[in-house]
């Protein structure tokens, strides 16, 4: 039975939120040593962006430090980022922090993730709670993830919350490492860290290369979830003027855009061209009366008066190597075979090294390796895969393992089995 893990170590921490208070606080943190385990809050469910609001800290020498950067953000950067910017991070799936630290101008040397690192290490359930069990044999205090960490102040128990995300994270992070370095795995995992941090590169100053603050990734409304489903123009000019009303409305209020007109609404209100408040009404499944059937039908109007040649266009499909999967067990028989037959070689490979096979390969690169081995060059041959794999940046261990596989001993596999 885990320990449970209720209160900080140490005490619970205050929240840091002046300038004051922030140069303090980089000065306690450039006093102690090793990594610093990291993590942020957010509340893109409430708020317009997916900008940090607390930013947990902790460092050998130093204890848990919370950081409130609302009001005071460039103070933040100017004080925390020549720090912090200097250090290791352990931080548990980097991938959804790492804008809105880069939106504070924080940026790490090298970076260990726990969340790939458990993956690689085989883990079947990766999530920070059930590692600290698992790994360490604490139970972690769960529950407050989605709250509205804009919220000031920040009730007690939120800051119990925050302040144990990082308590154990530099020890889970430790073993980990170790468990990866005794089976063999641990280069695989440095490659990875190389690889997130590749995939959110920092501006930087171009005379002194220091980090400089990166905004958040901004939206585009063709990429509103079921986009796709729209073909006419005359959908696509509504959809395109109900998402920049919205955005307009969302930043102006600081509030989420869900919150003003749900994605599945917008593109609702778009499919049945609703101009009329009734229409709308219909759509969305509101009173005809109610105040946003009038108003978003008045934009969808508006963008149908609009001049048709500035309606947009359905978006071009992007070109594929290959065709669909679907067609391949009546037209391409012997892609199809191979894709299976490789496929089933690097489950096994996957399951012998303890790996979940998507951390191995995609597969949409599978598919396209079928293809180019059988169809275009008629070889399973090395550099036929690699070439492949690293048009979908796989890591040279990636590469390695799964060339082993495809073209290892006792024979490569057959481009035209049966054939």
């Not at 280069?187 to 920092?202: G, N, T, V, Y």
């Not at 946003?292 to 359905?314: E, G, I, N």
């Amino acid at each position: 039975m885990p320990n449970p893990l209720r209160f900080p170590a140490d005490g619970l921490p205050d929240v840091l939120s002046t300038p004051a208070e922030f140069a303090h606080a980089a000065t306690r943190l450039s006093k102690g040593f090793g990594p610093v385990a990291v993590d942020t809050e957010r509340a893109s469910s409430f708020r317009f962006d997916d900008r940090a609001f607390l930013i947990q800290l902790r460092r050998r020498g130093v204890g848990t430090l919370l950081l409130a950067p609302e009001g005071n953000r460039k103070a933040l950067t100017k004080h925390l980022g020549p720090v912090l910017n200097k250090l290791e991070w352990v931080i548990h799936s980097a991938p959804s922090d790492m804008p809105s630290l880069l939106a504070l101008g924080l940026y790490p040397t090298s970076l260990v993730d726990t969340e790939k690192a458990a993956r690689l290490a085989g883990f079947p359930q990766p999530n920070l709670a059930r590692l600290v069990s698992d790994v360490l044999g604490l139970e972690l205090a769960k529950g407050h993830g989605r709250e509205d960490w804009s919220t000031t102040p920040l009730p007690k128990d939120w800051v119990i919350y925050a302040a144990l995300d990082v308590e154990v994270l530099l020890e889970l992070g430790e073993a980990l490492i170790e468990l990866l370095d005794n089976t063999q795995k641990l280069d695989w995992a440095e490659q990875e860290f190389r690889h997130i941090l590749a995939s959110f590169p920092p501006r930087r100053h171009h005379r002194t290369g220091d980090v400089l603050v990166t905004p958040l990734p901004t939206n585009h409304w063709r990429d509103i979830k079921g986009i796709g489903t729209l073909h006419s123009q005359q959908q696509l000019a509504i959809a395109r003027a109900l998402w920049r009303t919205r955005d307009r409305i969302c930043q102006a209020r600081d509030i989420a855009p869900n919150r003003v007109l749900r994605n599945k609404d917008l593109i609702a209100l778009a499919q049945a061209a609703a101009t009329t408040p009734a229409a709308a009404a219909a759509a969305i499944g509101i009173p005809s009366r109610n105040s946003k059937a009038t108003r978003w039908s008045t934009v969808a109007a508006k963008a149908l008066q609009q001049d048709a040649k500035s309606w947009p266009k359905p978006a071009p499909h992007n070109p594929v190597p290959f065709p669909s999967q679907k067609h391949w067990n009546e037209e391409y028989p012997q892609v199809m075979a191979f894709f299976t037959a490789a496929r089933g070689a690097l489950e096994a490979a996957a399951e012998e090294l303890n790996v979940p096979l998507e951390c191995i390969i995609s597969m949409n690169s599978l598919r396209n390796i079928a293809w180019e081995c059988v169809e275009v060059h008629g070889v399973c041959h090395a550099e036929v895969i690699a070439g492949v794999l690293e048009s979908y940046s796989a890591r040279p261990w990636q590469i390695d393992l799964i060339i082993g596989v495809l073209c290892g001993h006792p024979r490569p596999f057959d481009p035209h089995p049966g054939g």
